[in-house]
C-alpha cells in the first residue's frame, strides 16, 4: 500500500475545505455554540498567589438575578497556589447574572508567601516552600556529564566564551479561549460536549470517567476550534465544571474563560535561562558545552521544563550539563509548540553565534563544522530515518538558504555598519519528530449518487487537518477535494490520537490511504460482475472508471458508483497495532519508513534592523527551510512555517508574562500590554518546502516555530555587535546591552 | 508596535480613541431616547430619559434584517449579537478593544463592538462577517483569505475581513500599504499575516513577488 507514485493531488495546492466557512464567520466553533435554554457559567478565583480559603461565603449569590446552579471546586481549608486558582462557580440566566452572581460570593483567605520570580527563588534556596507538599522550590532538574569533562574539554582550544541567556515565561494565547458548552439528556444519562480541544476522544474519556458513564454515553463534538498550540488536551477544570452545573441546573451551560482567566490558568510555556561556556578550535570546531541553566514549570513538576537536549542539534564531544527547575506560584506549564525545542535552540545557537564571533569565523561556517553526522547504524537499518539523513540534510538546508538569503552578500562581522540603525543578519538551526501511530481508524463510504463521505474523530486545530481526508480520497478515486465531504471532530466516530507533537497528519494520512483504498476496492468487487469484468479489470482515472475488460471503456464516476444499486462501497483504514509492529519488522519499516517518517531538520535566518537611539528592533526579513517528507497540501505547509516563524518573532520581541513580585499576580493578562506583533510587526517570509517524499508524511506544526527567536536574536548580535542576553529584545534590553557594551570598550 | 505613527487610515490608536467617546458618552448618560426607558430627573430639573438597569427592548439592524431583544443597558454590542441574536461570526477575545476580533460595520465604519454598547448602536445599519456571502457567492474579500489561505484557526479572521472590507470600501483604490494599516487593530495568533498579504495584493490587483 504505498502512496502513489503519480499524484494529482497530493503535494499540490489545495484551499482548506472550510476556508469560505471560516472568513464569512459562518463557522461554528464552540465558543459560539448557543443551545435553547441555556445558562452562562463564570468561575470565582483565587487573586492571591499563595493562599488558605478559611471560610467561603455563598449565601447572598444564590438570591441574586438569574442564579441556577453553584459548584464548590475549593472548600474551606484548601490550599492555593496561584493566582487564578479556581474556587467556586456559577451558573446563570445571562452571563451579566452569572457576574453579579459572582461578585456577591464572599471568600476569607490566609495569605502564605509566594514566589512568582526565578531569580527570587534562587536567591533563597532556604527559604520558605511555596509549593506543594512543602517541597523545595528549586528542584534538581538531572546533571549530566561526558567523561573526564573538566579534564578534557578545553584542551588544544581557543579561549572560551561565555555567555548568558534567557527567555521570558510566554503565554499560549489562544484567541478561543478553553472551555466548552455542556449539555445533558433528560434523565442525566448521555452527555454531549461542545469543547475547544486538541484531543476530541480523550476528552470524552475523561468526562466519561470523572462522571462515572460509560464512554459511549459521552459524545465531544469538535466542529471548528480556535488555537491550541499544545495548551488543550482533556477537558480541564472548567470543562468538568461545566457539567457539573448543567447537571444541578439541568440545562445546557456554557463556560468559555474570559481573557484574563485565559492567560492564568489557560498553558504558559516555561521560562529557560543559562550561563553557557563555549570553547572551540581556531577552525571553528566546537569542543565544549557548558551549561548551568533553569526554567520555571510554575507550580506543578518539571516535566515541561526540558533542557536536556543542551546542546541542541550541532554534535559536541564535550558536554557538561548542570540543570535545576524553579517552582513558583504560577499556573503549571503546558506544552507548548515544540516543548521545550525553542529554549535549547536559544541557549545553543545563540552561543554558538558568540563563539563564531571570538574565532573571527562566519558563524556558517561554524555551523556547517560542526552538524551531527549521519548515524551509520541508521543508515543500514532505516535509510529514509533522521538519524541516516541528518548531515545531508541539514547541509542541503545550508546550500538552499545561503543563496537563498544571498548570505554571501549580505552577512558581515558583528557591529559593522555606520549610522544609528544598524540592520544585521542571524542564523538558527531546529530538529523535531514529528511522527504518527495508531489508533486513528478511518472509514470511506461511496454511496451510489458518486457523492463520498470521509469519517474520522480527529479534529482541526487550524492546520486544515479538515482537508488532509479530503486530498488523499481525492486522490485515490479520481475526484476533486471539494466532492469530498468529511466530517471530524466527532469522539463518536471512534478513537483517534491528540494533536500534540505534530503528529495529526502522519497519523491519519496512512489510515485515510488504506479506507480510500478499500473503498474503491469495495465499489469495484461490487460493480464488477454487472461490467462483465473482474475487479482487477477496473482502475481509476480522473472522473472515470476504466473497464480493461472493455476496451478501456471509461465509465464516468457516477454512472459508475450508480451501479451500487440500494448498495454503499465502504472502505475502513488503520494503522496496525504496536503488537503488530513489534512481530512484523517489515510493517513497521512499511509504515514508520515509506508511509510516515519520524524527525525533520529545519534552517532559518532573520534580517534585523536595530534602531540603536530607541532600541526598537524590526525583524525586517525571514528566511526559512524545512523538510517534511512527503507534503500533502503544500498551501497549507507553507502556512504552517510562515505561521511558526511569525510565532516565533513574537516570542523573541514582544512576548512576556510579567510578574508583580509583591502581590504575586501577573501585571498583563490581556492582549494590551501582553503584545503580539500585528501585521505591519513582522518580516517579508521566504518559506522553501524541501520536498522529500521517499520520506512519507511528517508533522510540520512544530519545527519551524523553534529557531526563529535564536535567528532573530542572533541578527540583533550581528547588527549591534553585542549580545542582548534575555528575550523578548525588548527596546529597554537592546539599550541596555548597548550601554554595557559601550562601558566595556 | 507599528501602528502608532500611523496618519490617517484606520488604527488601532483610531479604534481606541472612537470607543473612548463611547465609554465617556455612557458615563455621561446621554444615551438618546428609549422607548422603554424609565424616567430620571436631570440636573435642571427636566425629565432626562435613563435606562436599566433591568433589561429594555432593543431593536438592531444586523446584515438589512431587524431582530429584537431585550437586554440591559450594560451589554456591549458584541455580547447582545452572539449571545442574545446568535450572530456569532463576531467573536470574543480580548473583550477590551485590542485584538480587533469583534470587528462589525456600524454605519459602515468599522467598530470594536466590545467596546460599543448594544444601546448605542440603535437605528444604525451593522454589518458582519456574515453579511460577505450569499449563498455560494463570496464576496472578493473572504474569497481572497480562502484562496491564499489567510487563515489557520480562523477565529480572528472573520475581524480582519470586516476590517479589511471596510478599507477597500472606503477606497477601492487603495494600496497595499493602506490596507495593511487599516489592519493594524487586528491580532491573530496563528500567524497568517504573510497569506493575508498575497491576498492584499490581489485585492489591490498588485503583483507580489516577481
Not at chain 1, 461578585?103 to 520570580?117: G, S
Not at chain 1, 513538576?301 to 526540558?306: I, K, R
Request: charged share 20%; hydrophobic share 40%.
Amino acid at each position: 500500500m504505498p502512496w502513489p507514485t503519480t499524484r494529482r493531488v497530493i503535494g499540490t495546492k489545495v484551499q482548506r475545505l472550510d476556508g469560505p466557512d471560516k472568513a464569512t464567520g459562518r463557522a461554528r466553533y464552540s465558543f459560539d455554540i448557543n443551545l435553547p435554554g441555556m445558562l452562562h457559567a463564570r468561575i470565582l478565583r483565587c487573586p492571591h498567589a499563595h493562599a488558605r480559603i478559611k471560610n467561603i461565603d455563598s449565601g447572598a449569590a444564590e438570591k441574586t438575578n438569574g442564579f441556577r446552579a453553584l459548584h464548590i471546586i475549593a472548600n474551606a481549608g484548601v490550599q492555593l497556589f496561584f493566582a487564578g486558582a479556581e474556587i467556586v462557580a456559577v451558573a446563570a440566566d445571562t452571563e451579566e447574572h452569572a457576574d453579579d452572581c459572582l461578585h456577591a460570593i464572599r471568600i476569607d483567605y490566609e495569605v502564605l508567601p509566594h514566589f512568582v520570580k526565578e531569580a527570587d527563588a534562587l536567591r533563597a534556596p532556604d527559604g520558605p516552600s511555596t509549593v506543594p507538599g512543602g517541597t523545595p522550590n528549586v528542584r534538581p532538574g538531572g546533571d549530566f556529564s561526558t567523561a573526564k569533562f573538566d579534564d578534557v574539554a578545553y584542551e588544544g582550544t581557543a579561549p572560551r566564551v561565555e555567555g548568558t541567556y534567557g527567555v521570558a515565561i510566554i503565554s499560549h494565547q489562544c484567541l478561543e479561549s478553553h472551555g466548552l458548552v455542556a449539555q445533558w439528556d433528560n434523565d442525566l444519562a448521555n452527555l454531549t460536549v461542545y469543547a475547544s480541544t486538541q484531543a476530541v476522544p480523550l476528552t470524552a474519556q475523561a468526562l466519561a470517567q470523572n462522571f462515572k458513564l460509560p464512554v459511549t454515553r459521552v459524545k465531544c463534538i469538535t466542529n471548528y476550534m480556535g488555537g491550541g498550540f499544545g495548551s488543550k488536551f482533556g477537558p480541564d477544570i472548567q470543562g468538568i465544571v461545566a457539567a457539573e452545573l448543567a447537571r444541578k441546573a439541568r440545562a445546557p451551560v456554557k463556560l468559555m474563560l474570559d481573557r484574563a482567566e485565559e492567560v492564568a490558568v489557560g498553558g504558559q510555556r516555561p521560562s529557560a535561562a543559562g550561563t553557557v561556556r563555549i570553547a572551540g578550535t581556531k577552525e571553528g570546531d566546537i569542543r565544549a558545552y557548558e551549561v548551568d541553566c533553569y526554567g520555571s514549570p510554575g507550580v506543578g513538576g518539571g516535566a515541561t521544563v526540558n533542557l536536556g537536549f543542551l546542546p541542541y542539534v550541532y554534535s559536541v564531544p564535550n558536554i557538561k550539563r548542570r540543570h535545576r527547575f524553579v517552582r513558583l506560584n504560577l499556573q503549571t506549564g503546558r506544552a507548548m509548540r515544540a516543548p521545550g525545542h525553542p529554549q535549547n535552540c536559544l541557549l545553543t545557537d545563540q552561543a554558538v553565534d558568540d563563539l563564531a564571533a571570538s574565532l573571527g569565523l562566519n558563524p556558517i561556517i561554524l555551523r556547517t563544522r560542526n552538524l551531527p553526522q549521519n548515524d551509520q547504524n541508521a543508515v543500514q537499518n532505516d535509510p529514509t530515518s533522521f538519524p541516516a539523513l541528518r548531515h545531508t540534510i541539514y547541509t542541503r538546508q545550508l546550500e538552499i538558504i545561503r543563496k537563498l538569503c544571498s548570505w554571501d552578500d549580505r552577512w558581515h562581522p558583528p557591529g559593522r555598519g555606520d549610522g544609528v540603525i544598524k540592520t544585521g543578519l542571524g542564523m538558527a538551526l531546529h530538529t523535531w519528530g514529528g511522527g504518527g501511530g495508531p489508533p486513528n481508524p478511518t472509514r470511506v463510504t461511496v454511496s451510489s449518487d458518486g457523492s463520498v463521505l470521509v469519517q474520522s474523530s480527529t479534529q482541526d486545530l487550524g492546520t486544515a487537518c479538515r482537508t488532509v481526508p479530503a486530498i488523499i480520497t481525492a486522490d485515490i478515486l479520481g475526484l476533486r477535494p471539494q466532492d469530498i465531504t468529511v466530517q471530524i471532530g466527532d469522539s463518536t466516530f471512534g478513537p483517534s490520537t491528540p494533536s500534540g507533537g505534530s503528529t495529526t497528519c502522519p497519523g491519519i494520512s496512512p489510515a485515510i490511504l488504506k479506507a480510500a483504498e478499500a473503498a474503491r476496492d469495495a465499489l469495484f468487487a461490487a460493480i464488477a460482475p454487472g461490467l462483465n469484468a473482474q475487479a482487477a479489470d477496473l482502475s481509476i482515472d480522473t472522473g472515470h472508471v476504466i473497464n480493461r475488460a472493455n476496451n478501456n471503456a471509461r465509465i464516468p464516476w457516477r454512472n459508475a458508483c450508480g451501479r451500487l444499486g440500494m448498495n454503499t462501497a465502504i472502505g475502513n483504514g488503520d494503522w496496525p497495532t504496536n503488537a503488530q509492529f513489534q512481530q512484523n519488522p517489515d510493517l513497521r519499516r512499511e509504515w514508520r519508513g515509506r508511509l510516515t517518517n519520524n524527525g525533520v531538520g529545519g534552517v532559518q535566518v532573520a534580517e534585523v534592523k536595530v534602531d540603536t537611539e530607541t532600541g526598537v528592533v524590526r525583524c525586517t526579513r525571514f528566511w526559512a527551510v524545512q523538510d517534511c517528507g512527503l507534503i500533502i497540501n503544500k498551501l497549507a505547509c507553507e502556512s504552517q512555517v510562515a505561521g511558526g516563524v511569525i510565532m516565533g518573532v513574537n516570542y523573541a520581541l514582544f512576548e512576556e508574562c510579567i510578574y508583580d513580585r509583591v502581590t504575586g499576580r501577573m501585571l498583563n493578562p490581556d492582549m494590551e500590554f501582553y503584545k503580539l506583533g500585528g501585521i505591519r510587526d513582522m518580516p517579508d517570509i521566504m518559506v522553501h518546502m524541501m520536498d522529500m517524499p521517499e520520506r512519507g508524511v511528517i508533522g510540520i506544526g512544530e519545527p519551524p516555530t523553534i529557531s526563529t527567536a535564536a535567528a532573530v536574536g542572533n541578527a540583533v548580535f550581528n547588527a549591534i555587535g553585542v549580545r542582548v542576553p534575555q528575550a523578548p529584545f525588548t527596546p529597554e534590553r537592546v539599550l541596555a546591552a548597548l550601554a554595557n557594551g559601550r562601558k566595556r570598550n | 508596535m507599528s501602528d502608532s505613527k500611523d496618519k490617517g487610515g484606520l488604527s488601532r490608536r483610531g479604534f481606541l480613541q472612537g470607543s473612548g467617546a463611547v465609554a465617556a458618552a455612557t458615563a455621561l448618560g446621554t444615551i438618546p431616547t428609549g422607548a422603554s426607558a424609565g424616567q430620571q430627573a436631570g440636573g435642571n430639573g427636566q425629565q432626562v430619559p435613563g435606562m436599566g438597569p433591568n433589561g429594555v427592548k432593543l431593536s438592531l439592524n444586523v446584515n438589512g434584517r431587524s431582530m429584537n431583544t431585550t437586554v440591559e443597558p450594560r451589554v456591549t454590542l458584541l455580547d447582545a449579537l452572539r449571545n442574545y441574536l446568535d450572530v456569532t461570526g463576531c467573536k470574543r477575545v480580548c473583550d477590551r478593544g485590542s485584538c480587533g476580533a469583534c470587528t462589525v460595520l456600524v454605519d459602515g465604519k468599522p467598530v470594536y463592538s466590545c467596546s460599543m454598547l448594544a444601546l448605542e448602536a440603535r437605528d444604525k445599519p451593522i454589518r458582519t462577517a456574515e453579511s460577505l456571502v450569499a449563498g455560494a457567492k463570496l464576496d472578493a474579500v473572504p474569497e481572497a483569505f480562502a484562496r491564499f489561505d489567510a487563515q489557520q484557526c480562523g477565529f480572528c479572521t472573520p475581524g480582519f475581513v470586516v476590517a479589511m472590507k471596510a478599507v477597500l470600501e472606503a477606497n477601492p483604490k487603495a494600496t497595499q500599504a493602506e490596507v495593511e494599516r487599516g489592519l493594524c487593530g487586528n491580532i491573530c495568533r496563528c500567524g497568517t499575516y504573510e497569506q493575508m498579504r498575497d491576498a492584499i495584493y490581489s485585492l489591490c490587483n498588485q503583483q507580489r513577488r516577481t
